[in-house]
């Protein structure tokens, strides 16, 4: 027997209180109990974001998921592409149809030196200005824009 457990023998709580024997009770329950109560300022202080939706969700439809590729992708992949049958060569130039990929969208990062053409859903300003720096030339051709705009007409 411990000499705390002896001292304390013939008295009914062990030095304990009235209620502090019995399971967490001294600590304000387990866990993250009473948060919500007495265990508030606790929170507060140390997740302040405990409670509460944080964000929103867009519905599924409302997704706008572009695939994109730069500029500089295109010139450090050229080789894979050719090989792929993804590009084709056409004299000294070479022709690349993203309208067949996943690729929507051409964005004018990196730097291309090769002269090429690309078939391509959007393009950016930049993109478009890279390219023919280059030698080459953006053929945008987005039939879903064309069909709304002779719809509109």
């Known amino acids: ?3 705390k457990s002896e001292k304390h023998r013939g008295s009914r709580t062990h030095g304990r209180g009235k209620k502090g024997g019995r399971g967490a009770g001294l600590r304000g329950g387990r866990g993250n109990a ?5 265990n508030q300022l ?3 202080i140390d997740n302040p974001d405990y409670f509460g939706r944080k964000g929103f969700k867009r519905h599924p ?3 706008n998921n572009k695939g994109t590729i730069n500029v500089g992708n295109i010139q450090s992949d050229l080789p894979k592409y050719l090989k792929n049958g993804m590009a084709k060569k056409d004299g000294k130039n070479i022709v690349i149809d993203l309208t067949q990929t996943d690729y929507e969208k051409l ?19 930049k993109a478009k200005a890279k390219v023919e720096a280059a030698g080459g030339m953006v053929d945008v051709s987005c039939d879903e ?3 709304i705009t002779d719809n509109e007409e």
Not at 34 to 38: R, S, T, V
Not at 112 to 125: D, G, M, Y
């Open 145 to 147: 824009f064309q069909e």
């Open 1 to 3: 027997m411990s000499r």
């Open 61 to 63: 439809s409302l997704h």
């Open 42 to 44: 606790k929170v507060k």
């Open 107 to 125: 964005l004018g990062s990196g730097v291309i030196s090769t002269s090429v053409t690309i078939k391509v859903n959007e393009a950016t300003q």
């Open 34 to 38: 009473g948060l919500n109560k007495h």
